[in-house]
């Protein structure tokens, strides 16, 4: 029995209820082969969608913030005001912080999405031999990642090239990232930024939006460049497809591709209200467009969960239908083979 | 070359006239100011009476509204603003003989420009007083302070810095103490600099704090002790008169015609002569009593404009020409007699009838029809009648509400019948364009369109007219011709619609057919901010408006088509932004909003960068236009006449006009060159001109097409063969020339700054054209790869692809160009206000003013911009159109779709001002944001339908004749045609 097979077959054999079917995903979450980690991915964007917006609403307030502080700000903590007061006093030090926290955490985010991704490719992958050399490094990859170390000449050979492939993507990642910060920063000035000041914060912005959007696609699918080899030739068309076309065909793609839309579309509405005419705090650049970005990038990520789980029980309904239907028209076939 | 299209157009354009003819009669209220002084010998019993007083001190706070001086203030009591500023109320109660307090009753709008005008001339100024100095501020019309200037006293004047800009000449300079008042945030300036010199103010307290503020207190406690002091320093001879120009709403704010906004206080007090006699018996019909929102009691009323009349005769001075106010009874009356005060209503009235014959016998004077019989009756009635106080008063107050219903009302059922002809009218555009994208055979059934039109149009001005008689009795100031239009307008409007959209549900899936830009541009003048800001909204929503083209360019297939997109999209945006760094700011952006556009007046010393390149541009354009045109190998005929010597000269001293004019206002060379400088920019300009309107207007009319015919000698046994260098872009090559005629006739009149936005806006009009037309050829690609048979897709006729939605003109190719022209008058150094229109370009033919051509230089560099941005919207739809096969239905097709949608765009616009202006009537802003830009919106709009008319009928009627020729009697051109463009 190849191990592909089988969360199909757990599926398969504990369908009966929605409970019971989401005590059938976590052992099979646990299964390096994993395909769709359902109960796994949820805790993991509840976790990460409210560690991202810590970063954004509480981050830029501990106490390490207060060593900037202005003195005269001193003394005025503990009023609901203050909140908006030490997020907008120092626009500068509050994005500092923003990025710093998701940088952190989307390094987090982005090498589970690859590890899923991995799981899931060598999941749909079938062929023999194939199969068995990815399971053999899937194996090796969990007790890597649990700890625990195999001895072995050959081992230690593997789980070097595989840190050496893990550190080059990163390396890569950390490299796209920073070049499209780069870019974004040139787009938010183009769309209206100011030219000749401002252009740290603005710069800020644009590594902000990176990573949300940027790094952990980078990550998990790869840079893509200009080769004309077949891996690059795909990974350039799967950018294409998702980044220009907006049309993902899998779940990580979708983990990866809507909250990406949610950040920019974010930063587009976030600069929507910097023209009024309040006067408030909160309209210093670039803060709206931060939030709008982050907010985005949490929108994102919970409709991309929601997508994901939609399709995903819809899958497996239509699966079971399917197979009900077989089960149906066969067992009439049988009636008939008998009647003759 | 006048087609079908041409009538639908022409009929388009009609109908937005007449939307826009209705809203404005509504809504935008004009008035002449007649410029007549009243000059009678003060000696003349009838001109005047005897002084009572010699000297006046005469304080306004601004916004004083009238429960901050009442003895009654309203319940429950403000602590902050009622009983502050007592000594009002406690002269009146100890003093009643020489102190009074007054409600008064400010006329809307109540903004301080116009209040100023108010108080001074008597009159009842609205939001655009058309006179003899459009573009200044200054008061020409007779006033008090002009009576008291010419009467010889002495005016000392201090405080804010807007009655400076009103009377620049009339103040005695060595006691004029003017300050800045646009600064709300600074609370004390203006106040404490009165103070010095005397008197504050608390407009600015309210406009940034609200009336309900212990700053309000404050202000008000200073200023009593203020009042106080005066009170103590005053002489018998000298009349204290304190009041607020308007009143202010809950929020501290003013400017509409609110009940709080119309509520200022007035007191009048003199020290020691008797300034009222409690015992005169007036009628009560003489005194008008209104309650104050929440007061317990009435309190004594006037009209503030009845301060004029007043203080003019109890200081002895004629009383001002255009007054319109009624002297207030109790200032005159003594006793039982009312001698003195029939004297003053006499000399009152006669005045107010004269400047009513006078504003008959103006050019304006029509606007009186309405109500001129019944001023005529009030008149004789006040001659004959017994009672001369009453009818004489009953006469002078007629004529006010008859001119404040002229002046001073919104029509509202104008207003409605305004939108109403706007929003049918544009559903019918909308109904049209999107049928000619739809139907194959769009000829024949826009036949039936343009008849229709003609025929409905018919018949609504009969049903117009039928209409009319019965309701004119119940319906106010609205006159046939109005009934007539809107009934023809909307009658044909909606003919068309019924016409146009057979049925057919709206397709509401693909959200990407919203045109997003679009929507949030006309819903952003709902908000005064984004109104403002409006040159900043643009770039943002033209880079988003070419987001799509970006992505669409990520997915082409060939790396050639993806460079193409990505470099011109790319080149596109830096245009954009550059252009975006050029701005003249209007008041309402400062702070935040630095003045990069050079021009005289608001910058004086021209950027040595601007002054650097602008001669390098103009001359390099041309080029740079012929680098595009070599992409499709049409830089040919015409194109390799014009391009290389016409235009780079014509540009290139089009710069040097403005350069010298530069050179001659900041005297550069000195004052003895300035009769040189002025005689060599204006041959230059008349040179420029000239050739451009003779020369290449002549040429393209009689040779347009850029195109070059080869003939290779056939060799033995071989068929000629002949190759047309230029073919594929035939049709878009004739028409950039056409469109770089009028677009020089702009530049010409354009700024140093400006020629170069204009320059670089023309950069980015062909990089996105560019852009277009590799987009087009990604989505033909695609469909071609994604249909079964691509052999087969490939063979299909031009004609029926194009109505495949995937290659035919979409809309969203139609906004960025909408966004470039609104974008080029930003960055020309305009704004939605008056004040930025660039008078200087009205003297580049001639030294003086000069009637026709001086405002139509001024008009050229206002709307030029917009002009010329939408006359180059043809070229999306013929860009890159080969002409075959012969006649090009397909492109006129595009192109007519292409005139619409951008008219499209701008009536939308329209509607979004128009409607917000109307909604917002009431608001702050009103005139000073929202209704400047329903007429920056509604000109545009007439501009760019002008735009569309031109370049549909003469720019592409003229090309496709021209293309006809050459292509249409080539023998199997059809075939030839096909054959080509499946290679």
């Known amino acids: ?340 | 070359m006048w087609s079908r299209g041409a009538q639908f157009i022409c009929w388009v354009f009609a109908v937005h006239l007449i939307g826009i003819w209705l809203f404005t009669r509504g809504f935008l209220l004009t008035r002449l100011a007649l410029s007549e002084v009243n000059s009678c010998d003060v000696s003349d019993p009838n001109c005047t009476l005897s002084p009572s007083y010699k000297r006046m001190v005469f304080l306004i706070i601004d916004a004083l509204r009238f429960d901050f001086i009442s003895p009654d203030p309203p319940l429950p009591s403000s602590p902050y603003y009622h009983n502050v500023l007592s000594l009002p109320a406690e002269l009146t109660k100890a003093q009643p003989d020489r102190s009074i307090i007054y409600y008064a009753f400010p006329d809307p709008p109540t903004t301080t420009l116009q209040r100023i005008k108010g108080i001074t001339t008597g009159s009842l100024p609205t939001f655009v007083d058309m006179g003899s100095n459009f573009g200044g501020s200054s008061i020409l019309e007779d006033s008090l302070i002009r009576q008291l200037y010419e009467a010889g006293k002495q005016i000392a004047f201090m405080g804010d810095d807007t009655w400076m800009s009103v009377f620049p000449t009339s103040f005695a300079p060595n006691m004029t103490f003017p300050y800045d008042s646009f600064n709300v945030e600074d609370l004390h300036s203006v106040d404490e600099g009165v103070i010095r010199h005397l008197l504050p103010l608390l407009h600015h307290v309210g406009h940034r704090l609200g009336p309900d503020h212990p700053t309000m207190q404050a202000k008000l406690q200073q200023m009593d002790n203020v009042l106080r002091e005066t009170v103590e320093l005053l002489d018998d001879d000298t009349l204290l008169v304190l009041l607020g120009d308007h009143g202010m709403d809950r929020k501290g704010d003013h400017g509409g015609d609110g009940e709080l906004e119309t509520s200022a206080g007035l007191w009048l007090y003199s020290k020691t002569r008797p300034l009222v006699d409690p015992q005169a018996d007036i009628p009560a019909h003489l005194l008008t009593n209104r309650t104050y929102p929440g007061a317990s009691t009435a309190h004594r009323s006037v009209q503030q404009i009845d301060l004029v009349p007043s203080l003019s005769l109890l200081l002895g001075l004629p009383i001002p020409f255009n007054n319109l106010g009624t002297v207030i009874p109790e200032l005159f009356w003594t006793g039982k007699q009312a001698t003195s005060f029939e004297h003053a209503l006499r000399t009152n009235a006669a005045q107010v009838k004269r400047y009513l014959d006078a504003y008959r016998l103006s050019p304006a004077g029509s606007e009186l029809d309405s109500a001129w019989k019944d001023i005529q009756s009030a008149w004789q009635g006040a001659m004959e009648g017994q009672v001369p106080a009453l009818t004489m008063n009953m006469f002078t107050r007629y004529a006010l509400e008859a001119c404040r219903m002229l002046w001073a009302q919104f029509n509202i059922t104008l207003i409605g019948l305004g939108l109403t002809t706007l929003l049918s009218s544009s559903l019918a555009t909308f109904a049209v364009y999107d049928s000619l994208g739809r139907i194959v055979q769009w000829e024949p059934w826009l036949d039936r369109i343009a008849s229709m039109t003609l025929r409905w149009s018919g018949i609504g001005t009969v049903s117009g007219l039928v209409v009319a008689f019965p309701l004119r009795p119940y319906v106010k100031d609205v006159a046939i011709f109005d009934y007539v239009a809107f009934g023809a307008a909307i009658a044909s409007s909606f003919a068309v619609i019924k016409q146009a959209l057979p049925a057919r549900r709206l397709e509401i899936g693909s959200i990407s057919s919203i045109p997003l830009p679009l929507v949030l541009h006309t819903l952003s003048f709902m908000s005064n901010s984004y109104t403002f800001w409006e040159d900043h909204v643009i770039p943002y929503l033209l880079l988003t408006s070419i987001a799509p083209f970006v992505l669409t360019g990520f997915t082409a297939p060939t790396p050639r088509l993806r460079t193409r997109i990505l470099f011109f999209s790319s080149l596109f945006a830096v245009c954009v932004r550059l252009i975006a760094i050029s701005t003249v700011c209007r008041e309402e952006q400062q702070p935040y909003c630095h003045v990069t556009f050079f021009s005289g007046s608001t910058i004086t010393t021209p950027p040595g960068l601007i002054l650097a390149i602008v001669v390098p541009i103009a001359f390099g354009l041309p080029s740079a236009i012929r680098q595009y045109l070599k992409i499709s190998k049409s830089d040919q005929g015409l194109a390799n006449i014009l391009l290389p010597t016409i235009f780079p000269s014509v540009l290139t001293s089009s710069s040097f006009v403005w350069i010298l004019e530069w050179m001659e206002s900041s005297e550069v060379l000195g004052p003895s060159c300035s009769g040189a400088l002025r005689l060599t920019r204006t041959t230059l300009a008349w040179l420029s001109i000239g050739t451009i309107l003779v020369v290449a207007l002549t040429l393209w009319w009689l040779i347009p097409l850029c195109i070059k015919v080869e003939t290779s000698e056939p060799a033995a046994n071989e068929r000629r063969e002949v190759t047309i260098i230029g073919f594929a872009n035939a049709l878009g090559s004739p028409y950039l020339i056409f469109w770089l005629i009028f677009f020089s006739l702009v530049f010409t009149t354009t700024q140093l700054a400006g020629q170069v936005i204009l320059a670089l806006a023309t950069v980015a009009l062909l990089s996105f054209l560019e852009v277009v037309d590799s987009v087009r050829d990604v989505r033909a690609l695609n469909l071609a790869f994604s249909s079964s048979k691509p052999s087969e897709f490939l063979a299909q006729s031009q004609e029926t692809r194009s109505t495949l939605s995937t290659v035919g003109l979409r809309f969203s190719e139609v906004t960025p160009i909408a966004l470039l022209a609104l974008q080029v008058f930003f960055g020309t150094g305009h704004q939605a206000v008056i004040s930025t229109i660039q008078w200087k370009s009205a003297f580049i033919l001639t030294s003086s003013l000069t009637y026709p051509l001086s405002p139509l230089l001024v008009i050229l560099n206002s709307l030029g911009p917009v002009f010329v941005f939408a006359l180059a919207v043809p070229l999306i739809a013929t860009w890159n159109t080969p002409p075959l096969p012969y006649p090009p239905s397909t492109a006129q097709n595009a192109t007519l779709r292409a005139c619409l949608g951008i008219s499209l765009y701008f009536t939308s616009l329209l509607l979004g001002s128009a409607i917000s202006s109307a909604w917002l009537r009431r608001h702050l802003m009103v005139w000073k944001v929202f209704a400047p830009r329903f007429m920056l919106a509604a000109l545009c709009l007439v501009a760019v339908d002008v735009a569309v008319i031109v370049g549909y009928v003469i720019g592409f009627g003229r090309i496709s004749v021209a293309v006809g020729r050459v292509f249409g009697s080539m023998p199997g051109a059809n075939d030839a045609a096909k054959a080509r463009k499946s290679q």
Request: with cysteine; hydrophobic share 45%.
């Open chain 1, 1 to 340: 029995m190849s191990p592909t097979t089988q969360p199909q077959r757990s599926r398969k054999s504990q369908k009966q209820s929605g409970k019971e079917r989401e005590e059938s995903e976590r052992p099979a979450v646990q299964l390096p082969t994993a395909f769709f980690p359902f109960a796994r991915y949820t805790s993991v964007v509840g976790v990460h969608t409210s560690l991202i917006a810590f970063t954004a609403l509480f981050l830029p307030r501990t106490s390490l913030s207060s060593l900037f502080r202005s003195s005269a700000a001193n003394g005025q903590l503990g009023k609901p005001d203050d909140v908006l007061l030490t997020l907008t006093e120092n626009p500068l030090r509050t994005l500092a912080w923003i990025c710093a926290g998701s940088c952190v955490l989307q390094v987090w985010w982005a090498s589970w999405l690859r590890n899923w991704a991995l799981d899931a490719r060598a999941g749909v992958t079938e062929g023999a031999d194939d199969t068995t050399r990815r399971t053999e490094q899937k194996l090796l990859r969990e007790e890597w990642n649990s700890g625990r170390f195999a001895v072995g000449f050959i081992d230690i050979f593997v789980r070097c090239t595989l840190m050496y492939i893990v550190l080059q993507a990163f390396r890569m990642a950390c490299l796209a990232a920073v070049v499209t910060s780069v870019v974004f920063s040139i787009v938010i000035i183009l769309y209206g930024a100011p030219l000749n000041s401002h252009l740290l914060r603005t710069y800020l912005l644009g590594l902000l939006v990176a990573l949300l959007s940027v790094f952990s696609a980078a990550y998990t699918l790869g840079v893509p460049s200009l080769g004309s080899d077949t891996e690059s030739l795909v990974r350039r068309l799967t950018w294409i497809r998702l980044f220009a076309e907006l049309s993902p065909r899998t779940p990580v793609e979708r983990a990866i591709l809507y909250p990406a839309i949610g950040t920019v579309l974010g930063c587009w509405v976030g600069a929507i209200p910097i023209g009024l005419d309040w006067e408030r705090p909160w309209q210093a650049w670039p803060l709206t467009p931060a939030y709008g970005a982050v907010s985005g990038y949490i929108v994102g990520s919970l409709w991309a969960l929601a997508i994901n789980g939609v399709r995903q029980l819809y899958e497996i309904q239509l699966r079971e239908n399917r197979e009900a239907a077989s089960a149906k028209r066969s067992e009439p076939q049988h009636t008939k083979k008998k009647g003759t």
